[in-house]
C-alpha cells in the first residue's frame, strides 16, 4: 500500500478506507470557482458491492492498494458465478455476478479478459472495448431507406438490442462497442 493525493486515481484504482477495500468506479477533479478543488470518486466497496461517494481535497492522501491484474480466458457461468481459466497456468477462477457486473450480457466463451486479484480474490473484471456477435433478428430494409442517420433495432445472438444501420440485416456479423454500453460500430471483417 502507498498513500498518494486524491487527484492520482483513476478508474480501476482500489483505495483503503476505513479497513475497507474500495473500487474507484469514476474520479472527477472538480475545480470551483471559490475555495479548494476537490476530488470525487464514486467508489463500490469490493465486499458488499455497495457504491458509495466520497470527495476529498486534492492535496489528501489516500491509501491505494496495488493489485495484481492478469489475463483469464472465460469458460461457462453456473448460477451467480463466472468461471475464467488463467491463460498462463491454466487455473481456474470462480467470480461472484456482483464483481463482473452488467458487462456479464456480453461475455463469450474464450474470450480474454483482464481479472483485477488482490490477496488471490477477483475484485474486478475488465472485458474488451469490442465484441463481435451474429444479428438473430432485425426489421426488414424498407427500400429508399438509405439515410445514413436512420438506425433500427436488431437483436444480437446473446438477446441484447443494438441500433444499426438499414443496409444491415440478420445474420450479418457485426463489431459492438461494450465499453460505451453496446453501440454498432461496423461490419465485422471476417
Do not use: C
Not at 493525493?5 to 476505513?18: F, P, S, T
Not at 444491415?168 to 465485422?188: C, H, K, P, Q
Request: charged share 25%.
Amino acid at each position: 500500500m502507498a498513500k498518494v493525493n486524491a487527484n492520482q486515481l483513476r478508474k480501476g484504482n482500489v483505495v483503503e478506507i476505513n479497513g475497507k477495500l474500495l473500487a474507484v468506479i469514476t474520479a472527477q477533479n472538480i475545480q470551483p470557482g471559490k475555495g479548494t478543488p476537490v476530488t470525487q470518486l464514486d467508489l463500490r466497496d469490493l465486499s458488499t458491492g455497495i457504491k458509495t461517494t466520497e470527495r476529498y481535497r486534492t492535496t489528501e492522501s489516500v491509501e491505494r492498494v496495488f493489485i495484481d491484474t492478469r489475463e483469464f480466458s472465460y469458460l461457462y457461468a453456473e448460477g451467480d458465478m463466472y468461471t475464467f481459466m488463467d491463460s498462463e497456468n491454466y487455473e481456474q477462477i470462480s467470480v461472484p455476478a456482483d464483481v463482473v457486473g452488467d458487462q456479464a450480457v456480453w461475455l463469450q466463451e474464450g474470450m480474454k479478459v483482464e481479472i483485477a486479484l488482490y490477496e488471490g480474490k477477483p475484485v474486478s473484471v475488465s472485458l474488451p472495448q469490442t465484441v463481435i456477435m451474429e444479428i438473430t433478428e432485425t426489421e426488414p430494409t424498407v427500400k429508399g431507406q438509405t439515410a445514413s442517420s436512420s438506425y433500427k433495432p436488431a437483436i444480437v445472438e446473446n438477446g441484447q438490442r443494438v441500433m444499426v444501420p438499414p443496409h444491415v440485416s440478420a445474420g450479418v456479423r457485426i463489431v459492438i462497442n461494450i465499453a460505451e454500453g453496446g453501440v454498432y460500430l461496423e461490419r465485422a471483417k471476417d
